[in-house]
């Protein structure tokens, strides 16, 4: 198996990579069609930092590959599209270490943009729920299929995030103001066949009949000439490009606001399968609290080991056990 600077190497002189060694997705190329299947189905296809590597260099290489007309990209099993970044990692890394959210929306980025950017038209076949950023790989792909069961939802306002990684920027573009609004503050879910009369997808059949569905169009795609093909993308783009500007925003803003007190209650329910208390948090605010800590602003200092930014909700300092006022 080739290193990966091998690997790269031929990447960047527009040469495939005939093997790799991927451990969160699965990657096939045969008859002019590359298919990526995020290969967690027992996390609903949630993806990982890991993952999204992997995607990226899949997506790189269906770009420089010339046997590749055309991209899938599916979950699998029955259940999950893909629901969105691993609320694991959400509720964890990122309240402790922040700035890593920074790192990690790199790749994130990456994805959409080079699903947007290859050259070559990228079918997103459908096979269960979708929510969150697997939403907005939905959005970035050119053509999506559905089975008739699945579910799309932008959960961010009630997890503690913000769908502004993809969603804000191109549902408005996709189903219109209103419906996106809808979508991703009200948060409701919506079944497929609402998502066809939205427009937010191309096409609802039976689930046994999805591969079929999917297969039909790749051949259609096929047939046209390749340059057209990559050019006629470009154009279909160029609204959603001029929106992609926010997603720095959304990048620097995400990484401080993973450290505060929705997020960390918002996942911190979704795991533990429990309600959020959304009323509690904002009657800590208007009475004179904040909502963004989770037992008050860092305030306090301990009178015995001078430990500073305690919480105001504190009765003893943390570090020593000594009482504080």
Known sequence: MASTDERYLKAFRGRPVEEFDFKE??????????????NRPNRYNAYTGTELVEVCEALHDIMVDDNIAVGIITGAGDKAFCTGGDAGTYSTIYPERPHEFYYWWEFYERMLYLIRTCGKPVVARINGVVAGGGNEINLACDISIAADHARFIQPGTRTGSVSAGGATQWL???????????????????????????????EVVPYDKLDEAVAKVCDKLIDKFPDCMRYTKVQCNFWGDMAWTTFQHARDWLSVHYATGEPIEGFGAFLEKRKVDYRAMRKKSAEGGSHSYIYGAPLKSCPKCGAKYLPVEFDFCGKCGAKVE
């Open 172 to 202: 408005p573009l996709t189903i219109g103001d209103k419906r996106t609004r809808w979508m991703v503050m009200v948060g409701d879910e919506i079944d497929a066949k609402t998502a066809l009369d939205w427009g937010l997808i191309n």
């Open 25 to 38: 997705i699965i990657y096939d190329k045969k008859e002019w069609v590359a298919t990526i299947t995020l």
